[in-house]
Antibody, heavy 119, light 108 residues
Framework: EVQLVESGGDLVKPGGSLRLSCVASGFTFSAYSLGWVRQAPGQRPEWVSFISAGSSYIYYAESLEGRIAISRDHATNSVFLQINSLTADDTATYYC????????????WGQGTRVIVSS | EILLTQSPGTLSLSPGERATLTCRTSQSPDKISLAWYQQRPGQAPRLLIYGASIRATGIPDRFSGSASGADFTLTISRLEPEDFAVYYCQKYGISPYTFGQGTKLEIK
């Protein structure tokens, strides 16, 4: 069974930073791209970033580029998202997702980790 | 940027009825592919359809997708109680990989 378990969400002050983590299991970690999709309360989802299986290709949403960094660790089957210079607009649930092999879609989702940016 | 417009915003139907949801692209869909997701309250979205008409693994065959020009359609042939949720389309093939604003399918 595919499982994606996120952690690291928190209440953070504007201007702060956060590192989100996701541990994957139930599939061949080295064979899939993994990423993050966020969803602000009552809003549509938004692709944030994804990293290819071998880390050779990375996508960042234009609205976040320069403030985020994605990485993965094959030793621990983990993917990470570093977000800097947080603003209230970053308040959302952040989902770890597995990207489908043949399409730019999220075929499995974690349950999400909440990030709240507030003073 | 290619925009996605979902309609209707809210669809009120009864279990057993047929649901038709639409996602329209603002530009020619030649290089665009489309996916559909279902999101139940308090849950993460779930992939239903990709490539406009390919069901994801484990998705019941009452869900189907189709495309005609700039219009993409998700059809649920006979609504089950668990189908009442919010549905999002998502484009890919050309970045950004944006989602539509959603259609809420509610029980009439």
């Amino acid at each position: 069974e595919v499982q994606l378990v996120e952690s690291g969400g928190d209440l953070v002050k504007p201007g702060g930073s956060l590192r989100l983590s996701c541990v994957a299991s139930g599939f061949t970690f080295s064979a899939y791209s993994l990423g993050w999709v966020r969803q602000a309360p009552g809003q549509r989802p938004e692709w944030v970033s994804f990293i290819s299986a071998g880390s050779s290709y990375i996508y960042y949403a234009e609205s976040l580029e320069g403030r985020i960094a994605i990485s993965r660790d094959h030793a621990t089957n983990s993917v990470f998202l570093q977000i800097n210079s947080l603003t209230a607009d970053d308040t959302a649930t952040y989902y770890c997702v597995r990207k489908a092999r043949t399409a730019m879609v999220a075929d499995f989702w974690g349950q999400g980790t909440r990030v709240i940016v507030s003073s | 940027e290619i925009l996605l417009t979902q309609s209707p915003g809210t669809l009120s139907l009864s279990p057993g009825e047929r649901a038709t949801l639409t996602c329209r692209t603002s530009q020619s869909p030649d290089k665009i592919s489309l996916a559909w997701y279902q999101q139940r309250p308090g849950q993460a979205p779930r992939l239903l359809i990709y490539g406009a008409s390919i069901r994801a693994t484990g998705i019941p065959d009452r869900f189907s997708g189709s495309a005609s020009g700039a219009d993409f359609t998700l059809t649920i042939s006979r609504l089950e109680p668990e189908d009442f949720a919010v549905y999002y389309c998502q484009k890919y093939g050309i970045s950004p990989y944006t989602f539509g604003q959603g259609t809420k399918l509610e029980i009439k």
